[in-house]
């Protein structure tokens, strides 16, 4: 079992910049109501970039560095209605590891920026990968 | 851009069970002949599990513990015919944070344990999230 005590870290590959300043401000998920915002790529991993083109689908990983990670039940939706459930079958930010699954669509390239929507996360949200949705 | 630079630390939150024992044998993706699995999810998260049922559909993460983090571009599907491609066009498991995503269905529930599939990483694979695919 010693895989499981396993720490791993993880370091961002890039930044969301977004006019969504506040948590209060952002969408529960991208598609509602959530804008375009940009994707800034580190210099040092743009590289990884190559093959990637406006108009492609992808699933964007990020790290919610707002979240609680010591919460294990929540009210799903924030909606104080419905019952206490685990986190894990939640879509809840507050999670032990705080990872976010976003499907974009890129707008717009420019060098190791990228115009992606919709995405409902806070401007400041780092980034910790990038997949194409179809493979 | 100071949020670029702050790391982030995974806790895997379980380990999965596989009668994968070797990278050769793993499937590229989950349906292409993958097997089911069984997740063994720590007693110290496994609150977290409440609302889950068999039948359902996830999303888990995995940290793809196994994969070369400095690799920034590949042969896609490892097909040397094919040109070096970004990694984040690709489903590679090099990448800067080797992290796996895997739909899977429930196919059971013991408790802590939870027999999923289909998914092709190999037995040891840390588990860092799971997420309702539907919500």
Same mark, same amino acid.
């Given at each position: 079992m010693s895989e499981t005590k396993v720490e791993a870290k993880l370091y961002p590959i890039g930044v969301i910049r977004s006019a969504i300043q506040t948590l209060a401000q952002a @969408?529960?998920? %991208? @598609? +509602? %109501?959530a804008p375009d915002a940009w994707l800034e790529v580190n210099e040092s991993v743009a +590289? %990884?970039? #190559?093959g990637l083109a406006k108009g492609d689908e992808l699933i964007l990983l990020t790290w919610l560095? &707002?979240?609680? &990670? #010591?919460?294990?039940k929540v009210h799903p939706r924030s909606d104080p209605q419905r019952r206490l459930t685990g986190v894990f079958a939640t879509r809840s930010p507050d999670r032990p590891n705080p990872i976010g699954i976003h499907p974009v669509t890129i707008r717009e390239i420019q060098e190791n920026r990228l115009r992606i929507g919709p995405i409902e996360v806070i401007d400041g949200t780092p980034v910790i990968d990038i997949k194409p949705l179809n493979c």
């Open positions: @969408p529960k998920q %991208g @598609p +509602e %109501g +590289e %990884g970039l #190559d560095h &707002r979240a609680n &990670r #010591d919460v294990l």
